[in-house]
């Protein structure tokens, strides 16, 4: 929600984001949506650069352990330490990483075949064994892993070969190949998981990882140090940074300083109110791109007024969303019919069945305010003033929840805001005792994978822990579970919108907007994607400067 894991992750649609790509002559991917231009990659980099200075606005990370990366800040940073099994691509679709082809002799066996020429920062290579400890030990407890619902099928991971991992299923998963491609497929050297021990990820345990920038040092409260890999065994994507140093700006003010003045180099996540200060700069480039990245109001338990769908359906009738996206987002975002945005299916391989399935649904509501009321009549709910969580200093999610504000007076429910502290806001999505107090809360949330059954499992399934108001349809929880264990994409997507078709009538979650992504790069710098896919890929490795010399 910050992203629970797909997380949430994470977090649809043949129309979400209207986009028609073309390519320029500098290898820039760009797309029309009439409001803004999307760009899913920046002018290839030329140059060497000395160091490269990028901001996390999100705060500092807690961890940069793979095993517990499911939030902004540290999988900005991991993606560029730590490989992952398989590489996600700015598109959203998958490419071999340190896994080259994978295969699927039944359909319980997936078969994955791994690099020979691939060394830790400390020069040990790459086998099976560190890919066979760096995914089992997401099963046990004392990892405290994000991923744990990975392995729910998974019946042995074991080393076929010193360069080859078979992985047995007791029923078919389509989805765990596809988590490959983020935290949970980061690949650990497996001698120095056994000696950092509860500390590995920390400033104090360090990593040992095979990515293109290597951890040299982490000051609690100030920064993050990373250096060049020269050795890096992707010949293609070997840094031209030489070192790469993370900030941990918050403060909105501060960060647009920073950024004016070149003291940072860029940042993703740009708030909305920093981006109208660059727009205009000639200081660097401000870039949107598309994004799997979904903001939307939900309850956090079943005494929540919120938890009766007609109530969270009144509300949609009464949220101008034109309204918001232009003064909030800066009409850099989308309307969303559901909580999935395309970008998380619209490359993939089903990808003309889950345009249709969206396309089936009701349209976004217009303002229909008697209708709203007649449906918390019904409703009747025994609270009509809803608490609603959101992190303090999130000054975009602040004034999302003051249009929702306004909206609910007109149809009697009081919504009062509460703002968190950000490592409380990121807990309560973990921690139920976080929650005590609270109707709701404003998510920010995103789908780290490209598949929407992941993100929609979490909150339908009974079994999920981010299932907080105990939604449990039967149909749908049948439907979902048939789709993953079906290995046709086709008919796994046709499973999926059947699930979705339900799930949209009845699971109460507010969907508000699809904000596209947005980054800022000094003019000395290129080469970055613009596309949220960074969230997990080695992003940093393909920046450079602008021009042929060092800077």
Known sequence: MHAPRTALAATAVGTLLALTGCSSGDGTSTASTGAVKLTSTTPAASGALDNVTWNLPMGEPITLDPAKV????????????????????????????????????????????????????????????????????????????????????????????????????????????????????????????????????????????????????????????????????????????????????????????????????????????????????????????????????????????????????????????DALVKNVFDGAAQKLKTSIPSLVWKNGEAADVYAKGYDELPAVPDVDVDKARKLVDQAAPKRRTVTVATAAGDQQSLQTLTFVQAAAKRIGLTIVIKQLQPTQMSGLFYDASLREGLDATMALGYVEIPDPLSYAQMFTSPASPMNWIRYDNKQVTSLLTRSQAVLDPEESASLFTQAQALYSQDLPIVPIAAPYERMFLNKRLSGAPASFAYINMPWAAQLGATGGATS
Not at 136 to 141: F, M, N, V, Y
Not at 157 to 169: K, L, M, N, P, Y
Not at 217 to 232: F, L, M, Q
Not at 284 to 305: C, H
């Open 70 to 321: 499911g939030d902004y800040s540290p999988s900005t940073v991991a993606s560029n330490l730590c490989d992952p099994l398989i590489r996600l691509k700015p598109d959203y679709t998958l490419a071999p990483g340190l896994a080259t082809v994978w295969k699927r002799p039944d359909p319980k066996t997936l078969v994955l075949d791994l690099r020979e020429d691939v060394t830790f920062w400390d020069g040990t290579p790459m086998t099976a064994k560190d890919v066979v400890a760096s995914l089992s030990r997401q099963g046990d407890p004392a990892t405290q892993s994000v991923n744990t619902q990975v392995l729910a099928s998974v019946a042995g991971i074991t080393a076929s070969g010193e360069h080859q991992v078979t992985i047995r299923f007791r029923t078919p998963d389509e989805l765990f190949l596809k988590y490959l491609a983020n935290g949970f497929g980061a690949v650990s050297e497996a001698s120095y998981l056994k000696k950092a021990g509860a500390s590995y990820g920390t400033a104090k345990g360090g990593l040992m990882c095979t990515g293109p920038f290597e951890l040299k040092s982490w000051k609690s409260g100030e920064s993050i140090t990373a250096v060049r890999n020269a050795d890096y065994w992707d010949t293609s994507l070997r840094p031209r940074a030489k070192k790469l140093t993370f900030t941990f700006i918050t403060d909105n003010g501060t960060l647009t300083s920073a950024l004016l003045s070149g003291q940072i180099d860029g940042s993703y996540e740009i708030p909305s109110t920093v981006a109208r200060a660059l727009r205009s700069s000639d200081a660097g480039t401000l870039y949107y791109g598309p994004s799997a990245q979904t903001v939307f109001i939900s309850p956090t338990g079943p005494s929540s007024p919120l938890a009766d769908h007609r109530v969270t359906q009144a509300l949609s009738l009464v949220l101008d969303r």
